[in-house]
């Protein structure tokens, strides 16, 4: 199969015929429809993630049609799915208690494991995949795996927003883009914080109800403000020291952080911990969404109650994902880049 390996960090992809993947016995092989170019993809691409090394293949959100299926699996040969990034093996005390994307025993396509950005990908545990309905594109649902369901995991089990309150969102890409739009189905009342001016306004077209530039102002200080004495709710959506710290500092008395940005390296931050004490926040880490909300986030999806395919803005080939990744390096255009050709 054609796949896109890492082989030098920072430099481009390397576009290669490897061997197709072997179907797993407790799961499926997909022929991927899409798959989305992550910034956690970028932190891999750069070094910065243990589990990618050279000859590793990126791609953590994807879809596709079943080719293959093992003697355990759950699906058959054409089925049409959506895969969660983090597959839960479905028999621990984690997957139990239904908090499985906690589950210790869980494999990552992308990290540690072949990923999507390949014709083929293995994917074992199918039973975490979900059937992709009639009326998404592939492109459209190769974005829930991760960084939608992230996205409404955080709103809803960690932060648990209620209608009214004021959500601050830090960065907006694909996890802010698809929190501003999940906050507003909810109800909220969103501020979204950028240094770009043109996805300020791409966010404010799509129902922020209000904008702050960072490169140019406290970011914190400007929330405070708007939201006439601090957010309820901040979201976390980069994974730096500086928008950690104007999330804190952003929030009003008992605020909610939620972390949500993968922090790259060590992780190790300088964080303004009297924000947290004087004002007694709730500071909460987040990752991925237990397979089994996926049918509910589903249907709100498909009745109409909330759209989310401004958060595709572009469909590339495989080799056009270097591009995206080194672009990643600064600062970045509105919306997410979906590889819809995986032979090119
Ligand atoms: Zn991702
Ligand atoms: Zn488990």
Same mark, same amino acid.
């Given at each position: 199969?054609?796949?896109?390996?890492?082989?030098?960090?920072?430099?481009?992809?390397?576009?290669?015929?490897?061997?197709?993947?072997?179907?797993?016995? &407790?799961?499926?092989?997909?022929?991927?429809?899409?798959?989305?170019?992550?910034?956690?993809?970028?932190?891999?691409? /750069?070094?910065?993630?243990?589990?990618?090394? &050279?000859?590793?293949?990126?791609?953590?959100?994807?879809?596709?049609?079943?080719?293959?299926?093992?003697?355990?699996?759950?699906?058959?040969?054409?089925?049409?799915?959506?895969?969660?990034?983090?597959?839960?093996?479905?028999?621990?005390?984690?997957?139990?208690?239904?908090?499985?994307? /906690?589950?210790?025993?869980?494999?990552?396509?992308?990290?540690? %494991?072949?990923?999507?950005?390949?014709?083929?990908? @293995?994917?074992?545990?199918?039973?975490?995949?979900?059937?992709?309905?009639?009326?998404?594109?592939?492109?459209?649902?190769?974005?829930?795996?991760?960084?939608?369901?992230?996205?409404?995991?955080?709103?809803?089990?960690?932060?648990?927003?209620?209608?009214?309150?004021?959500?601050?969102?830090? #960065? /907006?890409?694909?996890?802010?883009?698809?929190?501003?739009?999940?906050?507003?189905?909810?109800?909220?009342?969103?501020?979204?914080?950028?240094?770009?001016?043109?996805?300020?306004?791409? @966010?404010?077209?799509?129902?922020?109800? %209000?904008?702050?530039?960072?490169?140019? /102002?406290?970011?914190?200080?400007?929330?405070?403000?708007?939201?006439?004495?601090?957010?309820?709710?901040?979201?976390?959506?980069?994974?730096?020291?500086?928008?950690?710290?104007?999330?804190?500092?952003?929030?009003?008395?008992?605020?909610?952080?939620?972390?949500?940005?993968?922090?790259?390296?060590?992780?190790?931050? *300088?964080?303004?911990?009297?924000?947290?004490?004087?004002? *007694?926040?709730?500071?909460?880490?987040?990752?991925?969404?237990?397979?089994?909300?996926? =049918?509910?986030?589903?249907?709100?999806?498909?009745?109409?109650?909330?759209?989310?395919?401004?958060?595709?803005?572009?469909?590339?080939?495989?080799?056009? %994902?270097?591009?995206?990744?080194?672009?990643? &390096? #600064? =600062?970045?255009?509105?919306?997410?880049?979906?590889?819809?050709?995986?032979?090119?």
């Amino acid at each position: 199969m054609r796949a896109a390996v890492v082989r030098d960090f920072n430099e481009d992809l390397s576009i290669e015929t490897v061997d197709d993947p072997t179907c797993p016995e &407790n799961g499926v092989v997909l022929e991927v429809a899409a798959c989305g170019v992550c910034r956690s993809d970028y932190h891999g691409w /750069t070094g910065g993630h243990p589990k990618v090394i &050279n000859g590793s293949i990126l791609g953590h959100e994807y879809c596709g049609t079943v080719i293959e299926s093992g003697p355990r699996a759950k699906y058959k040969v054409g089925d049409k799915l959506i895969a969660p990034f983090i597959l839960a093996c479905g028999d621990c005390p984690a997957c139990h208690t239904g908090v499985s994307n /906690t589950c210790e025993n869980s494999i990552v396509p992308g990290f540690g %494991a072949p990923g999507a950005y390949a014709e083929f990908v @293995a994917v074992p545990y199918d039973h975490n995949l979900v059937y992709l309905p009639e009326s998404m594109s592939p492109a459209l649902a190769a974005g829930l795996g991760c960084r939608v369901t992230t996205a409404w995991h955080a709103l809803t089990d960690r932060a648990n927003v209620r209608a009214g309150e004021w959500v601050a969102i830090h #960065g /907006t890409g694909g996890i802010g883009l698809s929190a501003l739009l999940l906050a507003k189905m909810i109800g909220a009342q969103v501020v979204v914080v950028d240094v770009v001016e043109e996805k300020l306004n791409h @966010a404010m077209q799509l129902g922020a109800d %209000a904008a702050v530039n960072a490169s140019d /102002t406290d970011a914190a200080a400007a929330i405070r403000d708007i939201t006439g004495g601090g957010a309820h709710v901040s979201i976390e959506a980069l994974g730096i020291e500086a928008t950690t710290n104007a999330s804190v500092e952003c929030l009003a008395t008992l605020g909610r952080h939620v972390h949500v940005g993968m922090p790259a390296g060590s992780g190790h931050m *300088q964080i303004n911990m009297r924000a947290i004490y004087s004002k *007694q926040l709730a500071f909460f880490g987040t990752r991925g969404m237990p397979s089994w909300k996926y =049918p509910s986030l589903l249907a709100m999806i498909e009745r109409g109650e909330v759209d989310i395919s401004p958060m595709v803005a572009r469909k590339i080939s495989l080799s056009g %994902a270097s591009a995206e990744l080194r672009a990643m &390096n #600064g =600062p970045t255009p509105p919306g997410t880049a979906v590889i819809t050709d995986l032979r090119n």
